[in-house]
């Protein structure tokens, strides 16, 4: 099931992640999706870096002590910037290779359209910033 965002095809199952600390918390709580796909930038989002995993917070510190002979250690790729979360690996695999296959441009597009200033997404949750303090639980009310 697609959730709105606008690089995904019809049959894709990924929940792209949004701006909702609410949101952020009913996903992780409900234990539903733990695949997913990511993208890391270096400090100046000059390089990138697209992977695939079923757990990001391992796969982030992995690639955090990787040293010069590993991509990501060679070009100082830190920063998580962009996650889609998934029901099953093989869509998320499927996914990756198609992010992969696509222009810088149209990365870049991609990796905006969720969060325009490609602040580092940070644990537990990996969602960008919210503008404001209130999520939509707290404001309904």
């Known amino acids: 099931m697609t959730h709105g965002h606008p690089s995904l095809r019809s049959g894709d199952d990924a929940l792209v992640i949004g701006c909702c600390h609410g949101f952020a918390v009913r996903l992780l709580s409900g234990g539903?999706?733990?695949n997913c796909i990511y993208i890391m930038a270096d400090k100046q989002r000059d390089k990138f870096y697209i992977g695939v995993t079923n757990n990001l917070a391992r796969r982030r510190n992995e690639h955090l002590i990787e040293g010069p002979e590993h991509y990501c250690g060679r070009h100082r790729?830190?920063?998580i910037v962009y996650v889609e979360w998934f029901d099953q690996i093989v869509r998320a695999i499927a996914r990756e290779k198609r992010l992969k296959r696509r222009s810088?441009?149209?990365k870049l597009a991609i990796i905006t359209a969720l969060n325009p200033e490609?602040?580092?997404l940070k644990p537990p949750f990996f969602f960008p910033?919210?503008?404001n303090a209130s999520s939509p639980e707290r404001s309904e009310g």
């Open 32 to 34: 539903m999706k733990r």
């Open 118 to 120: 490609m602040v580092e």
């Open 77 to 79: 790729i830190y920063d």
């Open 104 to 106: 810088r441009a149209q």
């Open 129 to 131: 910033p919210t503008r």
